[in-house]
C-alpha cells in the first residue's frame, strides 16, 4: 500500500513516516508540507491513501481536499488534526473525507489507513459520537423519507446505516442477502448523489 504524508509539521510527518515503515508494510510515496503541494503530489504518486494535516498556512487540508477530490472522486482522504472543531468535522464529511482522526490518538492511525485503503470510512471515537448532533438541526424541518423518493424498505436500511451496523448486520435483519443489501446501498447513492456511507448515515441525522 502506498501512502502520502501531507503536514506543514516536518517533524510530525517525519515520525509517522519512521514509525509506519517500521512496524507495517506500508510504502510511504512522498511526504509533503502544503496543501499546494498535496495537489502536486497526489497527481504525480496517485496514491492509495493521502493522511495529510488540516490546519496548514496557506492552503488547508480541507481545500486541498477538496481540489484533489475534484479531480480524483475516488481519492481516499484521510484527514489527521489536532483539533476536533465541530466546523472542521462537518466540512471533512462534506468534502467526502474517508476519515478524521486526531494526532493525539497516534495508535490508531495505522489501522485507520488499513481501514481507508479496505473502503471503510473512519472517525475517531471521540468525534464518531458528536457527528448525530452535528448534523441535526432542530430549528430545520426534517422530511419524510418519500420526499426524497426513498421506499420504505430503503429508509430502514438508512436507519440501521446510522445505527452503525454492517451490511451483513442488516442482511441478517432484514433476511436478505449481503449483495442484495449492497445493491440497495448503491441505488440509495446514487439516488441521493451521496458517496458513501458515512455521508448516508450524516443525511439521515440532517434530513430525517
Do not use: W
Not at 87 to 99: L, S, W
Not at 182 to 198: F, G, P, V
Amino acid at each position: 500500500m502506498n501512502i502520502l504524508i501531507v503536514d506543514d509539521d516536518q517533524l510530525v510527518s517525519l515520525s509517522i513516516k519512521t514509525i509506519l515503515e517500521a512496524t507495517t508494510d506500508i510504502n510511504i510515496s512522498a511526504v509533503g508540507k502544503s496543501g499546494q503541494e498535496a495537489i502536486e503530489l497526489y497527481r504525480e504518486y496517485k496514491p492509495d491513501v493521502l493522511l495529510m494535516d488540516i490546519r496548514m498556512e496557506g492552503m488547508t487540508g480541507l481545500e486541498a481536499g477538496k481540489l484533489i477530490m475534484k479531480e480524483f472522486p475516488a481519492a481516499k482522504i484521510l484527514l489527521l488534526t489536532t483539533f476536533s472543531d465541530d466546523e472542521y468535522i462537518v466540512k471533512a464529511i462534506q468534502m467526502g473525507a474517508k476519515g478524521y482522526i486526531l494526532k493525539q490518538d497516534f495508535e490508531s492511525i495505522a489501522p485507520a489507513i488499513n481501514a481507508v485503503y479496505n473502503g471503510q470510512t473512519v472517525f475517531g471515537g471521540e468525534v464518531m459520537t458528536r457527528i448525530p448532533a452535528l448534523m441535526s438541526d432542530n430549528g430545520k424541518k426534517h422530511h419524510s423519507p418519500a420526499d426524497f423518493g426513498l421506499s420504505d424498505k430503503e429508509y430502514e436500511i438508512i436507519t440501521l446505516i446510522a445505527d452503525g451496523l454492517n451490511n451483513r448486520e442488516i442482511a441478517e435483519k432484514l433476511f436478505l442477502g449481503e449483495g442484495t443489501i449492497r445493491n440497495y446501498i448503491s441505488n440509495i447513492l446514487d439516488k441521493l448523489e451521496l458517496r458513501d456511507r458515512t455521508q448516508l448515515a450524516c443525511f439521515y441525522y440532517k434530513n430525517l
